[in-house]
């Protein structure tokens, strides 16, 4: 009872200061203090912030490509300790819900962190929970105690702003420092809940407003991503029953069978030591991640009594899912050469390449799962795509990044009408070197005949990729090569009109 009490009341106070506007930006004063500590250096040392792993330049996710290229996992304030996962995106967090089990769907939905971990319990907002653990996690911002963090905000430059939301000055009361604490989870969980976080200005959303077109390849991208390729299953597109625009994630949990990344730096965390004399990972190269299943086993069993479920049962169940992530920004980078990693352990380092895996993951050559137990075999795996289809499906999903200008849209379609014959390209692919898996784009400057084909340094034909007729514009297609040996390879590219062939390396 005094727990649903407290819920309600702190409902309401967040929704009232929510609407007391700060008249600096648009941002309320509860979300413009929250800005203010994502963006600070609240850690010991001082050297990370929030912002840090959840930068805006990448769709509030990983913001350092050298990482995102190799284990996807950001060091924290200590530099020698890492975490386990890739950070997930902090744009759109704010929408899961609390935490809970659906008896009808026999399903976990909710709550915030790839396991679910941050459940909203406490607070009522999965997004103020996930922002508090970071502050005391040792392999994160590593601060010593709540006082600690709530002394640095204190003696900050934007102290002013929390009187100015609560009424006083942070008080370092001990008795008092467990809701100053609290207080910090829900400024941030204001910011990340405002127009400058979840923007909704993606094309996709002009498009449902009916101020921008798709393009043929990208309204076929849409129309297999709710069909044949059945994206929509789990990141559902359609606007909700009172025009709500589209999460992109139906906020519950799966294991897709993504491979082990061999160079997340969490495997070598056996020989890296917390002030305590303890290893962050005693497990070495043998951890496996949990997921979701690792999350449940902590709980007590009044939870399990309290949804009619067993413990066991459960846990087994749910071993190896994870969140499935909003597709918003799923392609927000701050140019074309910005890498960005997909999955909850950036194994894939491209839209191309993680879409492949969803379509072929069962019927051609891939590592195995780092769980086997649990895989999604109903929707992904053997999807039937052609490569065209795939690249269409990633041009839709570009379409979700926020920021869409319908001016340089316009533009950009009245540079390539004028394109000429000789305005073809073929690309560097990437990652090169690789393994096992590499990305290799083009440019037609009109429709066109078209082959894609390996070849090894012998001039020998070792597999064709693309052999179609294309409409003009970007394409990619992925060559995964787990079934080839190491060593340089060429790709060559043919048109009527154009020919081009460049060298790459795969290295295992």
């Not at 990141?235 to 909700?240: I, K, L, R, T, V």
């Not at 069978?257 to 303890?278: A, C, H, Q, S």
């Not at 041009?395 to 073809?424: H, I, N, W």
């Amino acid at each position: 009872m005094r727990l649903t009490l407290y819920l309600i009341v702190l409902f309401f106070t967040i929704l009232f200061l929510s609407n007391v506007a700060s008249g600096q930006n648009g941002l309320t004063s509860l979300e413009e203090l929250g800005k203010a500590i994502y963006f600070d250096k609240i850690a010991d040392p001082d050297r990370m912030a929030c912002a840090d792993c959840h930068h805006p330049r990448a769709g509030f996710t990983g913001p350092i490509p050298g990482v995102n290229n190799k284990g996807s996992v950001y060091r924290g304030a200590v530099p020698q300790r890492f975490g386990n996962r890739k950070p997930p995106s902090a744009a759109y967090a704010t929408d899961s819900p609390v935490f809970y089990y659906d008896t009808d769907e026999e399903l976990f939905i909710g709550g915030n962190f790839w396991d679910g971990r941050a459940t909203g319990w406490s607070l009522g907002a999965p997004a103020a929970e996930q922002a508090l653990g970071p502050f005391l996690n040792p392999v994160e911002q590593n601060n010593a105690s709540k006082l600690a963090v709530l002394e640095q905000i204190a003696s900050s430059k934007y102290a002013y702003l929390w009187e100015i939301v609560w009424g006083l000055p942070i008080s370092l009361d001990p008795a008092d420092v467990d809701t100053e604490y609290d207080r910090i989870g829900l400024a941030i969980n204001a910011f990340e809940g405002s127009s400058e976080v979840n923007q909704y200005s993606s094309k996709y959303d002009a498009y449902l407003a009916g101020q921008a077109a798709l393009t043929s390849q990208e309204a076929w991208g849409l129309e297999l991503f709710e069909g044949k390729a059945q994206c929509s299953a789990c990141h559902p597109s359609e606007a909700g029953p009172l025009g709500e625009p589209p999460l992109f994630t139906d906020f519950t949990f799966d294991n897709l069978g993504i491979p082990k990344n061999p160079l997340n730096p969490y495997y070598d965390m056996d020989e890296v030591f917390l002030d305590d004399g303890t290893p962050i990972n005693p497990l070495g190269d043998s951890w496996i991640d949990p997921g979701l299943g690792g999350f449940l086993a902590t709980l007590p069993a009044s939870n399990f009594e309290q949804w009619e479920i067993d413990k066991t049962t459960a846990v087994n169940d749910n071993y190896g899912k994870h969140k499935v992530p909003t597709l918003r920004n799923v392609d927000k980078r701050p140019d074309v050469d910005f890498i960005k990693a997909y999955g909850h352990n950036g194994f894939f380092k491209s839209l191309e390449a993680i879409v492949h895996f969803y379509n072929t993951r069962d019927v051609e050559i891939w590592p195995a799962p780092e769980v086997s137990d649990n895989v999604n075999t109903e929707e992904l795996g053997d999807l039937g795509l052609t490569a065209e289809e795939e690249t269409a499906i990633v041009a839709f999903m570009k379409t979700l990044s926020d920021g869409y200008d319908p001016t340089a849209d316009k533009q950009s379609v009245t540079m390539e009408m004028t394109l000429d014959a000789s305005d073809f390209r073929l690309a560097q692919n990437y990652p090169n070197p690789f393994n096992p898996q590499t990305t290799i784009t083009f440019d037609l400057p009109a429709p066109s005949e078209v082959t894609l084909k390996i070849y090894n340094v012998l001039g020998e034909e070792v597999a064709t990729l693309l052999s179609n007729s294309l409409p003009s514009g970007p394409h990619s297609i992925v060559w995964v090569a787990s079934n080839y040996t190491s060593g340089v390879y060429l790709y060559k590219l043919e048109t009527p009109e154009f020919v081009q062939t460049r060298k790459m390396m795969l290295m295992k």
